[in-house]
């Protein structure tokens, strides 16, 4: 099933449950889960730390697997892919932002901003030109060159962006992306991933425990103890 328009469901998640055992204790991260992102949206997804919302982010975009429940990405049913598809079909369909950055050291920052195309196969000539054009876009092409410790917080975030959109993802996941800067680069990043949702009509979906951060959304979901209180 392809996507026909800015209003169709992109995401459909159906009840969705993630059990955590140990000899212990059994914890449920997430209970009965079942919401819609449409294509084009900005969803924040609010809730405390333990809240489940990141958990609900990794079963969203199959970094992991629920317990029980369906998900479906443009009608592709993850349940029913082995590891190695649902990898390949992250790579193709979707971006990733983290609150650590996630850049590889010793890379360079245009190699770490070029590595997904690499790994879809495309030339390293082409991947190149590419990286190169979506760092001017994050304002970071005069510091191609450089390695990831040489740069601040803010400007490693700016990379991981680039990074995240150079395939043109359907979806960019971001957990928590501005709680490892100050205030003044975090209104920078937020800015910067609203401004590509716009122009290229991506659906941006935000996990952040900052409410400030979720009123930008188009719509909020709120989380606490694993259930879903608020759409």
Not at 45 to 68: E, H, Q, R, V, Y
Not at 152 to 172: C, D, T
Request: with cysteine; hydrophobic share 40%; aromatic share 6%.
């Amino acid at each position: 099933m392809e996507v026909e328009s800015k209003n169709s469901a992109l995401i459909k998640a159906i009840e969705l449950y993630k059990v955590y055992n140990d000899k212990r204790i059994k914890v449920e991260a997430l209970k009965n889960v079942t919401l819609t992102i449409k294509k084009g949206e900005f969803i924040g997804i609010l809730g405390p730390s333990g809240s489940g919302k990141t958990t609900l982010l990794n079963c969203l975009s199959a970094i992991d697997n629920p317990t029980s429940g369906e998900i479906y990405f443009k009608g592709v049913p993850f349940q029913n892919l082995k590891e190695e598809e649902r990898t390949s079909f992250r790579a193709k369909n979707m971006g990733f932002v983290f609150q650590f950055f996630n850049l590889i050291p010793v890379l360079t920052v245009l190699e770490n901003v070029q590595l997904p195309l690499l790994i879809l196969g495309e030339k390293n000539k082409t991947s190149k030109e590419k990286a190169y054009e979506v760092l001017k876009k994050v304002k970071l092409d005069n510091k191609v060159e450089r390695f990831p410790y040489e740069l601040s917080g803010g400007e490693q975030q700016r990379v991981a962006i680039a990074r995240a959109i150079i395939h043109s993802p359907e979806v960019i996941w971001a957990d928590e992306p501005t709680g490892n800067l100050d205030s003044e680069n975090g209104e920078i990043i937020i800015e910067l991933l609203e401004g590509i949702r716009k122009e290229n009509g991506t659906t941006l979906v935000v996990v952040t425990h900052d409410l400030n951060i979720a009123k930008r959304a188009d719509r909020i979901i709120q989380i606490r103890d694993g259930i879903i209180q608020e759409i």
